[in-house]
């Protein structure tokens, strides 16, 4: 069988035409005007007002050496340590001010030489030489101020360090004054980071992050330049997948660092930890600890996990130099030293006394520990399962003496004292689900439960109850501003965090949400995946964030930025800007084959009405709009990568099957044309 002139002519004008179509499409689309917001208008906050501490007035001169120019002129050592107590921390952003005077510019610090730190509770929160901007300023009296999150404050003690840098042989060290240290705790809308975040929002980068649908909660660290989180990596030579921890420039989302854990079962859990210059990760055999790229220490958890067989889910939780976490299906809590991986102590948990009357298998459950004020706060469980020897049956013919095994669960709240482990309180709470999702919360002196049916409100001190409230499947996010704040199945609550009242309730959607300068960021599944409230009303203030991921992880908030990972297996990030060209050219963009495919709709009219061939026709069309398919998809890749997940799968997905219905429509409707062409010479 072979094509006539006639038919390659055809063909060839079908396929140009396409072309044409496409070409003018992607024209228009580039050239489109600007977009309208999709907010709902914005809500109102209410003010509030600013803490401040004095902690320390007097003159400090840190470094080796002696200048007169300083107060005093000797200096008194190369690390300040300030130690403080807060009784209550009352807002969710705080900032440390002090005045220099002679700091080392940062433009002429170096690479890690003459950085002046400050640190928070071991937490590095930034370094003096970044506000020191040119060489004949830095004899200058100059402000210093450094916002950092009251997440990092307990209530109780807390210290604030202040350390001189050095050259590379630690030879010479950074001569420097600085005098009125204060602390100011504020609420998060004093924050200078704030209106960065306030809608409308729009993507400024994503980044593929690997895997399949991974969507891990992302990490910030508390400097605000780097983003972590876990993933997998196929690895061809073998049946695993390769398990990382990588880091991600916060201003472009380029990789800056990725380390492969070297773990030989399962995947690296979705939980990683932040602080003190450290990020803690952990898969079903060790937790690691990286700093700056590298493995600093590495725990192995096998001896630990027992006579059970199942692989246990290792959560870890930093506080105050310790990483806590819970071997959830060993029934053990671990406290190991955050900077060099040593088990400080280990407690078992029993939350139920075992049944003695029948053998039972035993499985455990547990939640991610809350850690403050020295308590280290949990839910554990128990299942006591009896053993049966499996008994075939005939379908039909269940009845009073089909053996079910007996099943008895207990749950119970511990409380350990964070320093030795020992059990401080406990109460039994009747909990037969699952543990998933109802991690305790500690704000001030009280800690919050979200169960099966309520949150419940506990003293930390003494575990006593303070107030529960009926909410159906809580799942509690964040505590603060004097609001707890979860989603209750398809709504998003807020109750009164002393008595337990309901404030507001949202409805209709609901999912991971973060609260941040007043406001409620929703992370929610279908085509938008932002919902931002009012923190006061749970009005909605605006809607959107559009990824090319049906779930999205629970937004984290830093610096000035949004970030979020979906199923699409990319990390988004957004910040504050107004609607524009570049808005409605990435809608545009994101739906080019569908604009492609609508216009080629047209082109199939017109010829199917000029046509007699129909099949000729269609088998043509279908070839001509699967190259039309393919360029409009290319060119949406190029410029949106993301897309791959949706659009972009969708129509490779569908090509070969339009290829092959249009060539056998072609050869099929050739064959018809030859048929009527020999009856009519006939």
């Not at 192995?300 to 889910?313: H, I, K, V």
Request: hydrophobic share 40%; charged share 20%; glycine share 10%.
């Amino acid at each position: 069988m072979y094509m006539s002139k006639e038919n390659i002519w055809f063909t060839t004008k079908t396929l140009s035409f396409a072309v044409l179509v496409l070409l003018i499409l992607f024209t228009v689309v580039t050239i489109t005007g600007s977009a309208l917001p999709d907010n709902e208008g914005s809500g109102q906050l209410d003010s509030e007002s600013t803490v401040e501490y004095v902690l320390d007035a007097g003159h400090h001169h840190l470094g080796d050496g002696i200048k007169p120019e300083l107060m005093p002129v000797d200096a008194e050592g190369t690390v300040y340590t300030k130690i403080f107590v807060l009784d209550r921390i009352d807002g969710d952003t705080a900032s440390i001010t002090l005045t220099t005077r002679s700091v080392v510019p940062t433009d002429s610090a170096g690479i890690g030489l003459f950085h002046n730190q400050v640190y928070v509770n071991g937490n590095k929160v930034g370094k003096l030489n970044d506000y020191i901007e040119a060489k004949e300023q830095d004899n200058l009296p100059r402000s210093v101020t450094i916002y950092l999150s009251t997440k990092l404050l307990h209530s109780g003690e807390n210290n604030i360090t202040i350390s001189s840098g050095s050259n590379a042989d630690c030879s010479n060290y950074d001569d420097f004054e600085f005098y009125d240290l204060r602390l100011e705790i504020s609420p998060e809308s004093k924050n200078q980071y704030s209106e960065n975040v306030r809608p409308p929002l729009r993507k400024i980068w994503s980044s593929s992050i690997g895997g399949y649908k991974n969507t891990p909660l992302p990490v910030v660290s508390e400097s605000g330049e780097v983003i972590f989180y876990t993933s997998s990596q196929a690895s061809p030579p073998t049946y695993w997948r390769k398990q990382t921890i990588s880091a991600i420039d916060a201003r472009n989302g380029e990789i800056v660092w990725s380390h492969e854990t070297g773990g030989s079962f399962g995947e690296l859990h979705d939980h990683v930890a932040y602080a003190e210059g450290l990020v803690f990760a952990s898969d079903f055999e060790n937790i690691y600890a990286f700093g700056d790229g590298d493995l600093k220490w590495k725990f192995n958890l096998q001896p630990y996990q027992d006579e059970y067989n199942s692989a246990p889910e290792v959560r870890p939780e930093v506080y105050s130099g310790t990483v806590y976490t819970t071997i959830n299906n060993a029934g053990k809590v671990l406290a190991i030293d955050a900077q060099t991986g040593v088990l400080k102590w280990i407690y078992s948990f029993g939350p139920g006394q075992e049944p003695q009357d029948k053998e039972y298998r035993v499985s455990y459950d547990s939640t991610i520990p809350a850690v403050s004020k020295g308590t280290v706060v949990l839910i554990a469980q128990v299942e006591y399962r009896e053993k049966i020897r499996a008994v075939a049956i005939e379908p039909g013919t269940e009845g009073p003496n089909t053996l079910t095994p007996d099943t008895r669960t207990f749950t119970r709240v511990f409380a350990l004292n964070a320093s030795n482990g020992e059990e401080i309180w406990n109460y039994s709470i009747n909990m037969d689900s699952g543990l998933s999702g109802n991690t305790p919360f500690i704000d001030n002196d009280l800690v919050y439960f979200g169960l099966e049916d309520k949150i419940v409100a506990r003293t930390l001190g003494t575990g006593r109850t303070i107030w529960n409230a009926d909410v159906s499947w809580p799942h509690i996010y964040a505590v603060g501003d004097g609001k707890v704040f979860a989603s209750a199945g398809s709504d998003v609550v807020a109750l009164d965090a002393y008595d337990g009242s309901l404030v507001w309730r949202s409805q209709g959607s609901s999912g991971p949400l973060s609260v941040y300068g007043g406001l409620v960021y929703v992370g929610i599944s279908g085509n938008e995946n932002l919902l931002v409230l009012d923190g006061n009303t749970g009005e909605q203030v605006w809607k959107g964030g559009k990824t090319f991921g049906q779930e999205v992880s629970q937004p984290e908030l830093s610096h000035g930025k949004l970030y979020m990972s979906a199923s699409d297996s990319r990390l988004y990030a957004f910040e504050h800007r107004e609607p524009g060209l570049e808005d409605i050219k990435f809608s545009a963009i994101g739906y080019l084959p569908f604009f492609a495919f609508a216009a080629m709709l047209i082109l199939l009219v017109a010829f199917l009405r000029k046509i007699e061939n129909k099949s000729l026709a269609i088998g043509s069309w279908l070839l001509a709009l699967a190259v039309v398919l393919f360029i409009s998809n290319a060119l949406m890749l190029e410029m949106i990568p993301e897309a791959g997940w949706g659009m972009g799968l969708l129509v490779f997905m569908t090509l070969p099957v339009i290829i092959a219905a249009g060539i056998l429509l072609l050869f099929y409707g050739i064959w018809q044309k030859r048929k009527m062409k020999r009856s009519d010479n006939n």
